[in-house]
């Protein structure tokens, strides 16, 4: 592994902000420059705004936060009026996390997304695990991430990487991966939210600690199946300690989401504890971002990083 | 106003009737504190603890404490493992604190006589917020509610604080008996308030704004609502509102309140 490269996304450091963890991103400048982050992901993005859930929407249970948000947003154009601009005058590297309801939907959401400037890329999340509760595109089936990410590339500006949030789903992440890197997708995150419910029945997602050792076999399962697919970990990162297991494990990057909801400096402080970790420094950013990559056909695995040349 | 996240020191615990009184000293947080605003406390040890989600604790006073600055007084009613850790804490235990944290309550520009509401533990940033009225020479009346005397925040020092007070509590141990939202309106008339402030549950919250509005005063609540990280990082604490544009929308307890005008909040629709 030579550090966090992933095709088209020049990532600053190893440590990203996972979707719906950082607010708006105001809320979290207070605690952790944005500019000295990773990269920085928005919360889901639906083309249209949604209000979200009924409280509670976040419960807590022993080492996870069980939560069911639905998805709350300003919608596309609230988003693009009012919190892209902060975050790219506050220097982030925006990942926009996005999710529709239909894959056409989809399209029409990042064929608008991908006009707006200071986007460095797009995560398409498959895998809300109360996405149908809340009205949301199910991807349960290799064809459903095919038919979504097919019609994200071909809507998408050439300039704008495409990364697949999966279902942390052990038995089947390789399957999904695969689908994913072969419809396009420069790179995966993989673990993240495992399906759950809320005291009430509401299908939820599980995150913190607990899901942590799920996350890492998904890891350990993607990088032994396809080596070059550039794999971004995450399930209950917070420590430094954490983040290393996941990077030799593997990991291209880890995204943090959980760990700041009980301490938001948690994400400033693994980027400066990584730093002077020399496995995490060995290959940071390059000075001059690498020029974007978009595959006109299904990527090819290739273990020889020389060959990931833009067409 | 710009919170901060810092390790405090835990100076001094104590219980007063039903609830615990926590003395902590943490950088920087005191200092930039204002009434309504709040802090959220970490429960056990970070990054080994099975509990992520902070607590927030209503700020009841600032004071400085010797050799240490500014402390802040917060209160704390166990109803969980997470509270009952909090509350067993020994002096001097190290405990990492975010704040000040939350929009304060707006104060009048003229000096208008003010109804101040609250009931158990909710009632402890009205003490503070008496204070920064009387220094704008606003006249405050208080009224106190709680389910018992054990649950009635500070009534003594209520009486220094205002220049009335009215009791009610459930079981009539003391004051008059019965619910906050029974005397509020009689509160008001006599107050001739012109500002109305209110923190305790949402039934209370509904009643009095519901009454504020009736009497054609100004009504200020601090909403209380389950918060996972107390911050605005995970949007989990829904308020439907009405906005100034006169649209319905969703905002966060935590950092788009705690408090809202009374008739921006669409009561009947804030389920807990």
Redesign the interface.
């Known amino acids: 592994m030579s550090g966090p490269q992933i095709p088209g996304l020049a990532l600053r450091n190893p440590v990203i902000i996972a979707a719906g963890c950082g607010g708006t991103g105001r809320e979290l400048a207070a605690y952790s420059p944005l500019d000295a982050l990773g990269a920085f992901t928005t919360r889901t993005i639906t083309l249209n705004p949604r209000p979200g859930g009924p409280a509670p929407r976040v419960v807590e249970t022993p080492s996870g936060l069980v939560h069911s948000t639905g998805c709350p947003n300003p919608g596309l154009e609230g988003f693009l009026a009012t919190e892209l601009p902060p975050l790219v005058q506050a220097g982030a590297r925006v990942v926009v996390s996005v999710a529709a309801a239909s894959v056409q939907e989809y399209a029409e959401l990042v064929r608008r997304l991908g006009r707006a400037p200071g986007i460095a890329a797009v995560e398409v999340n498959l895998s809300a695990p109360d996405a149908a509760a809340h009205g949301l595109f199910d991807v349960r089936e290799p064809f459903h991430m095919t038919s979504v990410l097919t019609a994200v590339l071909r809507e998408l500006p050439a300039g704008i990487p495409v990364l697949a949030k999966l279902r942390p789903d052990v038995l089947r992440v390789v399957e999904a991966a695969r689908t994913a890197v072969e419809s396009g997708a420069v790179a995966v995150v993989v673990g993240g939210p495992q399906p759950a419910a809320l005291p009430d029945g509401r299908a939820a997602g599980l995150s913190g600690p607990a899901v942590r050792p799920l996350a890492l076999r998904c890891v350990t399962e993607v990088r032994a199946a396809l080596p070059s697919l550039p794999v971004i970990g995450a399930g209950g990162i917070g420590t430094a300690a954490d983040a290393r297991d996941f990077l030799r494990a593997g990991a291209t990057a880890v995204q943090v989401g959980t760990a700041l909801l009980h301490d938001p400096t948690a994400a400033a402080r693994l980027v400066a504890e990584l730093a002077s970790d020399d496995a995490a420094l060995a290959g940071t950013a390059p000075a001059e971002p690498s020029p974007p990559v978009r595959p006109s056909r299904p990527v090819q695995i290739n273990t020889d990083p020389s060959q990931e040349q833009p067409r | 106003m ?4 810092a390790t405090g020191e835990l100076l001094a615990s104590r219980k007063v009737g039903a609830y615990h009184h926590l003395s902590v000293v943490a950088r920087g947080v005191a200092e930039e504190f204002r009434p309504g605003t709040f802090v959220a406390v ?1 429960v056990g040890t ?2 080994t ?6 607590r927030p604790l209503w700020i009841h006073r600032v004071r400085p404490v010797g050799g240490h600055g500014l402390a802040l007084q917060l209160v704390l009613e166990v109803r969980g493992a ?1 509270t009952r850790w909090l509350a067993e804490q020994p002096v001097g235990a190290r405990l ?1 604190v ?1 704040g000040p944290l939350g929009r304060p309550f707006a104060l009048p520009k003229e000096p208008v006589a003010c109804v101040l509401v609250g009931e158990g533990y909710s009632a402890a940033p009205l003490f503070p917020l008496a204070e920064r009225l009387r220094e704008r020479g606003c006249p405050v009346t208080l009224l106190l509610g709680a389910p018992d005397e054990s649950r009635l925040l500070s009534a003594l020092e209520a009486r220094r604080s205002a220049r009335a007070v009215t009791v009610v509590t459930r079981d009539g141990s003391v004051g008059q008996r019965g619910e906050i939202a029974d005397a509020v309106t009689e509160v008001l008339r006599r107050a001739e308030a012109a500002v109305v402030y209110a923190a305790g549950p949402e039934p209370m919250l509904h009643a009095v704004a519901a009454a504020a509005e009736a009497h054609g005063a100004w009504s200020q609540c601090a909403v209380e ?2 918060l ?2 107390a ?8 308020v ?1 509102v009405v906005g100034e544009d006169g649209v319905a ?2 905002v966060r307890a935590c ?1 788009d309140g705690p408090v809202f005008r009374g008739d921006r909040v669409r009561w009947t629709e ?3």
């Open positions: 710009s919170p901060v996240h970490t970070p990054g603890s099975a509990t992520l989600a902070p997470g990492a975010t609502q389950p996972a990280c911050t605005g990082l995970c949007h989990g604490c829904p439907p929308r969703t950092v804030l389920v807990r």
